[in-house]
């Protein structure tokens, strides 16, 4: 039995459980309140955790395989085997200071406070730099600690700066790029070879993503000029169209943010027909 730790609310539980339903590991007779979960899969099943004691619960065994932010991963120290980017989630640890204040790096910082919720990759990033600083431990509101004179500067996650700017904060460094991983207890990976084929399904279902499949059917006298329009992957696969020796049928995978310009370039070139479909899965 393989037992994967998911994040049971939050802005990582939807995109989670939508990754893994696409990946054909959709969450059954389970939700946020309950502590465990069935799949399609019947040994498979979901353990619904905080995000940030997930690395913890994979790392001890509690759970096999866990997603769950590099940052928590980082942060808790934790011995993992990091399987794979589900590129989702992205976020930044940010060094921040009040607007006013005329500090502008991490140098001008040196004997002063600053609050995280994140206490080690503080330490180490402040550490690797020679600058000496104590750290104020918050569990929350971390942006409100310099305005009412618990520190002078903050290390939090930062999406998109909207925060910050609403708190009349101002960025001074990047600390620490995160995103969703998908991770594995390093004994269960020796023991089951069922962890591999879940990391093979999730990055089939990435792999798919942003890519479109084109069929469209093409005269033989205007195949090479078509050849010149697709960057497919490995080429277009060309067939023959039995009803008409005349016509090809030209198959590609192509970029999803190139299709605008690609199917018109097609047309131009002498395909027809042309058909755009969605890809659920792409296997290496």
């Known amino acids: 039995m393989i037992r994967i730790a ?7 539980h939807d995109p989670t459980v939508s990754l893994l339903r696409e990946a054909g590991l959709p969450v ?5 309140r309950k502590l465990f979960a069935k799949t399609t899969d019947p ?10 004691d997930i690395p913890e619960y994979v790392q001890d065994g509690a759970a096999d395989v866990g997603v769950t932010g590099l940052d928590l991963i980082h942060e808790t120290k ?32 040196n004997g002063m406070r600053v609050a995280t919720e994140f206490p080690n990759i503080t330490e180490d990033y402040f550490k690797n730099q020679g600058i000496d600083i ?22 939090d996650i930062s999406s998109s700066g909207t925060t910050l700017v609403t708190n009349h904060l101002k960025m001074i460094d990047k600390v620490f790029s995160s995103s969703v991983q998908l991770i594995a207890n390093k004994e269960s990976m020796q023991k089951n070879g069922k962890i591999e084929q879940i990391r093979t399904a999730l990055e089939s279902v990435l792999r798919a993503k942003g890519k479109r499949y084109l069929m469209m059917n ?4 205007s195949l090479e000029t078509v050849k010149k329009v697709l960057p497919g992957m490995a080429g277009p696969t060309i067939m023959k169209v039995e009803s008409d020796d005349s016509v090809l049928a030209v198959h590609a995978v192509v970029d999803a943010a190139t299709i605008f310009a690609t199917v018109d370039e ?7 027909d042309v058909l755009v479909v969605p890809i659920e899965r792409m296997m290496p």
């Open 6 to 12: 998911i994040p049971n609310k939050g802005r990582l």
């Open 28 to 32: 059954l007779e389970g939700g946020t």
């Open 43 to 52: 040994e498979i099943t979901y353990l619904f955790a905080r995000a940030a």
């Open 78 to 109: 934790s011995d993992v085997e990091v399987l794979l980017d589900l590129n989702f989630g992205r976020a930044g640890l940010v060094l921040a200071v009040p607007e006013e204040a005329t500090i502008s790096s991490a140098n001008e910082l």
């Open 134 to 155: 104590e750290i104020i431990k918050v569990s929350g509101a971390c942006e409100m600690t310099p305005h009412v004179g618990i520190a002078d500067a903050i290390v």
């Open 218 to 221: 093409v005269p033989t006298a």
């Open 266 to 272: 097609l047309k131009n070139a002498g395909a027809r």
